[in-house]
């Protein structure tokens, strides 16, 4: 066993990093110190790495193997200007409902999504997705539940019971605000439906096409 080593420091990236009392020899400890800094050099990285995906399978391995649910959008967002369009696009539909922080980023997605054709609006979707947006009709009715200070959002939902259910989400919930349900109608040439979490979720891309109802 590698003598443990009281005080002692390890040189890792020109950093000093201090043994812990965790009851750590000194070689796992500096297996797990380099692991924590091999991992941090991915995520800088990983922008290249994203530039460099030919396809999506590749640039979902990437994201994936540095990137929480929390990270996955920014690490994309960062990334649009470096990768083919449609390669971008066709990730971010693979990935989006995996994302925990589409409010956080709704301007810099509204802003990404202005002037996409149809073509392209299809990409964020699979097959069953794209078929079952067809079905349905040009004005679109959605529901959202949420409260005043997010009602601006992007993610709506064709279920009034699934939108009901997000204004009792503990997670969701915020202190002293009165939950709201609200409903509109949205043109299915400007839609995204993503069905992955059974939340026949529509994606929003134009502000300015919702249609409330009072």
């Known amino acids: 066993m590698s003598k443990k080593v009281s005080g002692a420091y390890f040189n890792i990236d020109g950093q000093k990093i201090p043994m812990e009392e965790a009851g750590l020899d000194d070689e796992t400890y500096?297996?797990?110190?380099?692991?924590?800094?091999?991992s941090k050099k991915g995520k800088e990285d990983l922008t290249k790495q994203l530039a460099g995906a030919t396809s999506v399978g590749e640039a979902n391995d990437f994201l994936h193997r540095y990137c929480d649910s929390y990270e996955l959008l920014p690490a994309l967002i960062s990334s649009h200007d470096l990768m083919d369009r449609n390669l971008w696009l066709?990730?971010?539909?693979?990935?989006w409902s995996s994302f925990d922080n589409v409010w956080k980023y709704r301007e810099e997605l509204l802003s990404l999504f202005q002037g996409l054709?149809?073509?392209?609006?299809?990409?964020?979707?699979d097959e069953d997705e794209i078929s079952c947006l067809n079905t349905m009709p040009e004005s679109i009715d959605i529901y959202r539940g949420c409260y005043e200070i997010n009602?601006?959002?992007?993610?709506?939902t064709t279920k009034r019971e699934?939108?009901?259910?997000?204004?009792?989400?503990?997670?969701?919930?915020i202190d002293g605000e009165t939950p709201l349900l609200l409903k509109a109608t949205f043109p299915r040439s400007h839609a995204v439906l993503k069905l992955n979490r059974q939340e026949f979720e529509i994606i929003v891309t134009d502000l300015a096409l919702l249609n409330l109802s009072l």
């Open 151 to 156: 009602k601006n959002g992007i993610s709506w």
């Open 162 to 173: 699934i939108a009901e259910e997000f204004t009792t989400l503990n997670r969701y919930r």
């Open 30 to 38: 500096q297996k797990m110190v380099e692991s924590f800094f091999n």
């Open 90 to 95: 066709a990730t971010v539909g693979l990935n």
């Open 117 to 125: 054709t149809r073509k392209q609006f299809d990409l964020l979707m």
